[in-house]
């Protein structure tokens, strides 16, 4: 039974911080992929950031510099780590994992293999 069970959402004002974190079980996590999708109020949903079995990160422009993505694979732990919070930022945010590199699907297309449950972020004063 896999399992993405995500925590750390809530609401913070322009330029504050927060951690999301995704548990994961069910499957082998230090071999999977990761990811964080967000998805905005009238907006399609869109890839934040990718971390692959080697570490290596992708980030989508909007983000960079400001979101850092992480994994812990002795705690089945994915982390994304968001800074200078911006009003832009507020969405729904889903991890999600997979056994492919991120290229084949971090753009949805097509869409990872497992998906936790979301969790809120907004941004506002």
């Known amino acids: 039974q896999v399992q993405l069970v995500q925590s750390g959402g809530g609401s913070v004002q322009p330029g504050g911080s927060l951690r999301l974190s995704c548990t994961a079980s069910?499957?082998?996590?230090?071999?999977?992929?990761m990811g964080w999708f967000r998805e905005a109020p009238g907006k399609e949903r869109e890839g934040v950031a990718t971390?692959?079995?080697?570490?290596?990160?992708i980030y989508a422009d909007s983000v960079k510099g400001r979101f850092t993505i992480s994994r812990d694979n002795a705690r089945n732990t994915l982390y994304l780590y968001m800074n200078r919070l911006k009003p832009e930022d507020t969405a729904m945010y889903y991890c999600a994992a997979d056994p492919r590199p991120p290229l084949e699907w971090w753009l949805l297309l097509p869409p990872p293999a497992y998906w936790g449950q979301g969790t809120q972020v907004t941004v506002a004063s």
């Open positions: 069910g499957y082998s996590f230090s071999s999977y992929s």
């Open positions: 971390i692959d079995s080697d570490f290596r990160t």
